[in-house]
């Protein structure tokens, strides 16, 4: 029995779409998170497979007739999906290296999350904003606009198409770009205030070398970074809303 007569149409349909929604689901913020249970993403990934299997249904669609040939469709579908799940991916780590940074300042950056809240052994920061992040993710309906992005993901990218490497592989420069530029932006108040303060005990060490600026010095930083973080912690995460919410809107794919 060849390929061809094995799969019916409407099998091989979901099994592309599956291909890439499943993987793009491994990933992306608010379903790809290392404490979802596998069970609970794998249903996500059929019930949105299903769902979205009659809307990107290309008008023909061709079905392998050697087995090289499937495997090249799901290997296309695969690294589509794959593309958009690490892109979208990288607006969270965006969070957790802000929080990696408060934390080197404020001196919190030998208290670790556990490892079952962040992908692996963090800040406690970064795990905080990591939870406040994805919570703020399904509030404000960015899982919602996710997944419109996958739908549209088709309309520049047909099932079964070959993907233009060269146009990824600048798109997601530009991704890791943006994500390195927003945890830069959401720490910047913790940065210009910390150089401001180290710089100040400095000076206050030469003036008065008998001062113990290390114990001076941690508990203020302590409670001025915490304070300060509840302070502009709204502000973070409605920056964060706006950037993810811009890639998701205008993603495409050449």
Do not use: C
């Not at 019916?8 to 499943?22: A, C, K, P, T």
């Not at 994805?134 to 990218?157: E, K, N, Q």
């Not at 592989?169 to 913790?190: D, E, W, Y």
């Not at 709204?234 to 993603?251: K, N």
Request: glycine content about 8%; charged content about 10%.
């Amino acid at each position: 029995m060849t390929v061809q007569a094995f799969l019916s149409g409407e099998l091989y349909l979901l099994m592309l779409v599956f291909s890439r929604i499943g993987t793009a689901l491994m990933f992306i913020p608010g379903f790809g998170e290392s404490f979802l249970s596998t069970r609970i993403r794998l249903i996500a990934a059929l019930v949105l497979t299903w769902a979205l299997a009659p809307i990107v249904r290309p008008e023909t669609l061709r079905l392998p007739s050697e087995p090289f040939l499937l495997f090249q469709d799901v290997f296309i579908e695969v690294l589509v999906g794959l593309f958009l799940g690490l892109s979208a991916r990288m607006f969270i780590t965006a969070l957790i290296s802000a929080g990696q940074m408060i934390s080197q300042i404020i001196g919190l950056s030998n208290i670790f999350v556990m490892p079952n809240v962040a992908i692996q052994l963090g800040s406690v920061i970064g795990g905080f904003l990591l939870l406040a992040g994805l919570v703020f993710i399904f509030a404000s309906g960015l899982h919602l606009l996710s997944i419109d992005a996958l739908a549209r993901s088709y309309a520049g990218m047909p099932l079964g198409q070959p993907p233009d490497i060269t146009a990824m592989t600048q798109n997601f420069i530009a991704v890791v770009a943006t994500g390195f530029r927003l945890a830069v932006q959401l720490a910047s108040p913790f940065l210009v205030l910390g150089f401001v303060y180290y710089l100040g005990l400095g000076l206050m060490n030469k003036a008065m070398q008998q001062l113990p600026v290390f114990f001076v010095s941690i508990p203020a930083a302590v409670a001025g970074g915490v304070l300060m973080l509840i302070l502009v912690i709204s502000g973070m995460l409605m920056t964060f809303r706006d950037v993810y919410a811009d890639w998701l809107t205008v993603i495409e794919i050449y």
